[in-house]
Structure formats: structure tokens, C-alpha cells
């Protein structure tokens, strides 16, 4: 795996402004969701089985997490703390190379055997952090 500096085409499709406009719409229509008091998501997954699945807590993880209650939101969701954490260190580095028209940084996988361990290490964390939910889904 390889990062490497590229310069923006002006053809090219700017995946810092876009996912970053995502990040920030997602955050905004979530907050109103709550602010209006809308029902929380229910999991089809709990309803059937009674466990939990892989994204159990998510919600409030999040807000745990946007409150500055960290390691409660880590209790929550192990998996979706570590997202959130890098949802924010994404959106500053695009912020600030959308703004200084800096060099973006682009991930290369040098061959098909690096992208087997990438998919496996997501795979993975997925698995153990569903084993952490049930592990502890009535600790809650």
C-alpha cells in the first residue's frame, strides 16, 4: 500500500469536497432528526433475533461521542467510535486541502494481495466487534 500526493485535475471528480459535503449533511440532518424528537431507527435484526448486530449502538455512540462522552461512546460501539474519530480527522484533512488547493492524498494497493488483506482486516474488524456486542449487549 502506497499514499501518494496527487494534484487535482480540473476534470477530475473531487472526492475531498464531495465526501466531505456528506459527512457534514449527514451530521446536520441527524442533529435535526433528534432536535424534532423523530423515533429512534429500530433494528430489524434486534426485533427478530433479540441480539444485537454489528451496528448495534450506533446511534448512541453517537451521541455519547458528540456530547464529549468518549468512553461511554466506546462502550457503546467500539467499531463506530473509531469510525466517528475518523470521519473527523477525514473532514479536517479535506477541509484543508480544499481550502489551500494543497495536493490530495490517494491510497494504492500495489497489487491484488494487498487488497485480499485489506478486505479481511475490515472483515475482521467487523466480526470482532460484533463479538464485542454480544459479548456485552446486556451490560446495557
Known amino acids: 500500500m502506497q499514499l501518494r500526493p496527487h494534484r487535482l485535475a480540473p476534470d477530475e471528480i473531487d472526492h475531498e469536497l464531495i ?3 456528506v459527512s457534514i449533511s449527514s451530521l446536520a440532518a441527524a ?3 433528534l432536535a424534532l424528537g423523530l423515533p429512534w431507527p429500530q433494528c ?10 454489528v451496528s448495534c449502538g450506533m446511534t448512541r455512540c453517537a451521541i455519547q461521542f458528540f456530547h464529549g462522552h468518549f468512553l461511554a461512546a ?13 470521519v473527523i480527522g477525514f473532514d ?12 490530495r492524498v490517494r491510497v494504492l494497493f500495489r497489487d491484488e494481495i494487498e487488497r ?25
Open 31 to 33: 442533529a435535526a432528526w
Open 19 to 21: 465526501w466531505l459535503s
Open 116 to 140: 485480499k488483506y485489506a478486505r479481511i482486516i475490515v472483515i475482521a474488524a467487523l466480526a470482532l466487534n460484533w463479538i464485542y456486542l454480544l459479548a456485552h449487549w446486556r451490560d446495557f
Open 92 to 103: 479536517a484533512y479535506a477541509f484543508i486541502v480544499i481550502t489551500a488547493r494543497a495536493p
Open 44 to 53: 430489524a435484526f434486534h426485533e427478530l433475533t433479540g441480539l444485537p448486530c
Open 74 to 86: 466506546w462502550k457503546w460501539n467500539p467499531l463506530v467510535f473509531a469510525s466517528l474519530c475518523g
